[in-house]
């Protein structure tokens, strides 16, 4: 772990990532809100929480330009609670959640829909939540799905494996980027919106990066070791 401030740390990012198409985001879960806020100095504002909850708590004390990412599992009747602010829920994985995301955004009057990325299931972990591809199909094929208007499709999200096997990791990932590229050949071929494939971590983003990542979500390789005391 590189031991740093938080500021050289989301300048070191800042760096690898330039001429890349892959872009960074700040997990903060755990994290306190001084903590986000000297990231939010150094330049940075994408950030991405966990739970509702201490998303809610955060969004109400820092800047309000700051666009949230929601990435951890999502249930229904939650989704009222930040469908005002949101700007993208990485952790689609059903049709149930994208009807209620849409509902809520539409409640609230949103003048842009909430960007919304469908999870799939790589790992080999039951832990892990996500669609399989056959799932994604469905959903996009459903009659349901073709009504909503105040949901943006804008691509595939993934959590792998938590090991040290690279060969596993790459595998995990070609495989999330191939459901990317078929779902954009088969449901989006001249939508510009689907473009993203979020994938790496703080122990994998390099990988991830290679494999053709366009988003990845680093939290203790900024803000340092988390602190599960909530």
Not at 45 to 56: A, D, H, P, T, Y
Not at 66 to 72: F, K, P, S, V, Y
Not at 88 to 108: H, Y
Not at 214 to 229: A, E, K, L, P, Q
């Amino acid at each position: 772990m590189r031991m740093s401030t938080i500021k050289e740390n989301i300048l070191y990012f800042d760096q690898q990532l330039r001429n890349t198409p892959c872009r960074l985001v700040a997990v903060s879960k755990t994290h306190p809100v001084e903590k986000i806020k000297e990231a939010y100095d150094a330049g940075h504002r994408l950030f991405g929480e966990n739970k509702v909850q201490e998303l809610i708590e955060k969004h109400d004390k820092l800047p309000h330009d700051i666009a949230w990412h929601l990435i951890g599992h999502l249930q229904t009747n939650k989704v009222k609670y930040i469908a005002a602010f949101i700007d993208t829920i990485q952790s689609v994985d059903s049709l149930k959640l994208l009807k209620e995301i849409d509902k809520r955004a539409e409640m609230f009057g949103r003048t842009l829909p909430i960007n919304c990325m469908l999870q799939m299931a790589i790992a080999d972990e039951d832990t892990k939540f996500g669609m399989s591809y056959e799932e994604a199909v469905a959903l996009l094929q459903s009659e349901e799905y073709r009504h909503m208007k105040y949901i943006r499709l804008t691509g595939v999200m993934g959590i792998a494996t938590n090991t040290d096997d690279a060969n596993k990791l790459r595998r995990e990932f070609r495989y999330l980027r191939s459901c990317f590229e078929q779902l954009k050949e088969t449901f989006f071929f001249a939508n510009d919106d689907f473009r993203e494939i979020s994938m790496g971590m703080s122990s994998d983003w390099q990988l991830a990066l290679e494999e053709g990542s366009t988003m990845i979500r680093v939290g203790s390789g900024i803000f340092g070791t988390r602190h599960y005391n909530r």
